[in-house]
T-cell receptor, first 114, second 113 residues
Framework: KAGVTQTPRYLIKTRGQQVTLSCSPI?????VSWYQQTPGQGLQFLFE???????NKGNFPGRFSGRQFSNSRSEMNVSTLELGDSALYLC?????????????FGPGTRLTVL | AQSVTQLDSQVPVFEEAPVELRCNYS??????LFWYVQYPNQGLQLLLK??????LVESINGFEAEFNKSQTSFHLRKPSVHISDTAEYFC???????????FGSGTRLQVQP
């Protein structure tokens, strides 16, 4: 069974631009979560989607948004990029919403904002 | 709110020596506990988890962790490390009613020959 895939793996943007990252969960998984990893703040939860609905949201500004499609694939969008948005963005999928379900992480998309 | 503290940012150790990576958490409700490992330029891989039952949990590659409710700890141990264990290790907690994982700041394990 294929793991979680994220595209692209690397991305370079300039301040003010917007970016869209994509995540394909493991086949059969219906929940997708997004995390931001930076050296200064560590790993922080962005949001979670299940059945095309956002179910949980972390403490990030409205510039960060996401969506989930009927095939459970998810995208996250960051508008008006700032230098501080440079990070590794990790996507994780799980079978369902229950808190004991294991989350499987993808390799991440490394975003660099210049 | 819950939080996770990993006091050691780096742990250097010689090959075949034992190691303990410390993790303490705070939460007002029941929690599930996890250890993840991250190798360079890769995502996170689940190493082991505590959901309920036996407080000692083991992974397939020799790591173990013990849940201590009174000390709110979930320390990770391995009796004999290998060069290939060099990686960053993250402790994470999720309360039983929520979905988001709260991560510690990570501990970089550096195994030296």
């Amino acid at each position: 069974k294929a793991g979680v895939t994220q595209t692209p793996r690397y991305l370079i943007k300039t301040r003010g631009q917007q970016v869209t990252l994509s995540c394909s969960p493991i086949s059969g998984h219906r929940s997708v979560s997004w995390y931001q990893q930076t050296p200064g703040q560590g790993l922080q939860f962005l949001f979670e989607y299940f059945s095309e609905t956002q179910r949980n949201k972390g403490n990030f500004p409205g510039r960060f948004s996401g969506r989930q499609f009927s095939n459970s694939r998810s995208e996250m969008n960051v508008s008006t990029l700032e230098l501080g948005d440079s990070a590794l963005y990790l996507c994780a999928s799980s079978l369902a919403l229950a808190s004991y379900n294991e989350q499987f992480f993808g390799p991440g998309t490394r975003l660099t904002v210049l | 709110a819950q939080s996770v503290t990993q006091l050691d940012s780096q742990v250097p150790v010689f090959e075949e020596a034992p190691v303990e990576l410390r993790c303490n958490y705070s939460s007002s409700v029941s929690v599930y506990l996890f250890w993840y490992v991250q190798y360079p330029n890769q995502g996170l891989q689940l190493l082991l988890k505590y959901l309920s039952g036996s407080t000692l949990v083991e992974s397939i590659n020799g790591f173990e962790a013990e849940f201590n409710k009174s000390q709110t700890s979930f320390h990770l141990r391995k009796p004999s490390v290998h060069i290939s264990d060099t990686a960053e290790y993250f402790c994470a907690v999720r309360d039983t009613g929520r979905r988001a994982l709260t991560f510690g700041s990570g501990t970089r394990l550096q195994v030296q020959p």
